[in-house]
């Protein structure tokens, strides 16, 4: 399923329309380039959540938690080199949490979740135009 | 009285000795021991694993400081914000040393060991305005005074030192990209491309229109250009950067009317910033403060001297568990 965005309202009106398509899951791995719109994706789910924090990237961070009605994880895996630094920062915990976890850059750890996920594609077309896609190849 | 200060919230493991306020006995970094101390070959990017040295890197700012345990009047520790990993490390050694010693072991703000990292070495007249810049925060603070903060503005997506990181991703530089861009920098034109500030009526940031911005017009260029263009690229986010600081630093200086202007964190390091801040600072008649280089990246000398300050003056933490999101208290 693609979907198209030329500002950040829209963005944050997809990523509400995706999340509620796909209520039950609850681990959405974020791919695509720099400037694609993963952290205002982020920033649009906690809005249509009513959630007032001020969601900022992670990739220094590595995670940004959030409080909200429940915990939202929000994770960059970027920095890290292999599976084993995933490990050492916790991430099987925060993906048996249960709770909402994004994570970007996740291509270290993906064939190793045992949690049924969808991957969501950012692509920037030109500097307005967004391509946000979502694949389904999670194990349901 | 002698406090030991130990950081590991995120990628730093560090420890710091500090005798009463001003006394730096020691400061021991992990990256800047490791190649020389352990002998192993720690990659810059796997140093969120240097947690495993803290035994060492503590002992060894004893060792530094020419101090032993029994001498060690007060233990700080960073519990917040921060990777929780991470900071369980850090929490669970200091509470062994509280315990197997018997000393006070107080938790500290890293965004407050940050700000407070000025106030070893220089003698600030407040209120000031404080502009916190890292990889991982970018945060406009009013400080009325020790423990007194205000939050007027920080950024709603990318740090400030996170756009300088991402534009040398883009640019093929390497990490970390704050020191490289600055290099690179110094031969470019800083006006060849010409970004805006962004959110120009708050006092927020945005950064990630940057990296976006910069994406976008290399992905255009030839080869060629690339080539041609990239140190000029490298000055003009650099520009940009330091002008989208300032103007809200600017505004909050109009506002706040403060004594002094500090600048603080690893973007603190940057000296095209720094001296933009100190010229700006010297135009209104403001004092300016920025850390000694060793000072503005993650260490464990200011999370001493955050600890002294608020053992001393009664408003010390005393729960220590970790908070990731800690947020600065605001009085």
């Not at chain 1, 959540?49 to 009605?69: A, H, K, M, R």
């Not at chain 1, 270290?108 to 694949?135: G, T």
């Not at chain 2, 970004?195 to 255009?220: C, D």
């Not at chain 2, 973007?267 to 910033?273: E, F, T």
Request: net charge negative; glycine share 8%.
């Amino acid at each position: 399923m693609k979907y198209y965005s030329n500002s950040v309202e829209k963005t944050y009106q997809i990523a509400a329309e995706i999340m509620k398509r796909y209520k039950s899951l609850r681990v959405f791995l974020l791919k695509g380039e720099l400037g694609g719109g993963k952290t205002t994706f982020v920033k649009g789910f906690l809005k249509s959540l009513g959630c007032n924090e001020n969601v900022t990237s992670p990739t220094f961070t590595i995670v940004q938690e959030y409080d909200c009605n429940e915990k939202i994880y929000h994770i960059d895996l970027y920095r890290l080199s292999d599976i084993h630094e995933a490990i050492d920062i916790g991430i099987d915990e925060y993906l048996d949490s249960g709770s909402y976890v994004f994570i970007e850059w996740p291509e270290i750890i993906e064939k190793e979740i045992d949690e049924a996920y969808i991957i969501i594609n950012f692509k920037l077309q030109d500097i307005n135009n967004r391509i946000i896609e979502v694949i389904e190849i999670g194990k349901q | 009285m002698i406090t030991l200060g130990i950081e590991s919230s995120c990628d730093e493991t560090s420890c710091g000795i500090l005798s009463d306020g001003d006394n730096v006995l020691s400061n021991v970094i992990l990256t800047q021991e490791i190649h020389s101390e352990f002998g192993g070959v720690v990659p810059e990017i796997a140093s969120r694993e240097h947690n495993k040295f803290i035994y060492e890197i503590v002992e060894k700012a004893l060792n530094n400081a020419k101090v032993r345990m029994d001498d060690i009047d007060l233990i700080g520790i960073t519990n917040g914000p921060g990777l929780i990993g991470a900071l369980m490390v850090g929490i669970a050694f200091a509470k062994g040393l509280a315990m197997n010693y018997k000393k006070p072991v107080i938790a500290v703000n890293h965004i407050e060991g940050h700000i407070l990292a000025n106030f070893i070495v220089s003698n600030i007249k407040l209120p000031a305005v404080v502009m916190m810049v890292s990889g991982g925060h970018t945060e406009l603070i009013l400080m009325k005074d020790f423990g007194r903060y205000h939050v007027l503005g920080r950024t709603i997506d990318d740090a400030a030192g996170e756009a300088f990181d991402k534009v040398a991703r883009i640019l093929g530089l390497g990490y970390p990209g704050g020191p490289k861009i600055e290099k690179l920098a110094e031969k470019g034109d800083e006006n060849y491309l010409k970004l805006p500030i962004a959110i120009r009526k708050e006092l927020n940031f945005s950064f990630s229109g940057i990296k976006t911005a910069v994406m976008y017009h290399y992905r255009e260029l030839s080869e060629n250009d690339r080539e041609l263009h990239r140190a000029d690229i490298a000055a003009s986010i650099q520009k940009t950067i330091a002008d989208n600081l300032l103007y809200k630093v600017e505004k909050a200086v109009g506002t706040s009317k403060p004594e002094s202007l500090i600048l603080s964190g690893g973007v603190a390091a940057n000296s095209y910033i720094r001296n933009k801040f100190e010229k700006f600072s010297s135009e209104i008649g403001v004092d300016f403060y920025a850390p000694p280089l060793k000072l503005c990246t993650d260490n464990g000398i200011m999370v001493a001297k955050a600890a002294y300050e608020n053992y001393i003056r009664g408003t010390a933490t005393y729960n220590l568990n970790p908070v990731p999101n800690l947020k600065l208290i605001e009085v």
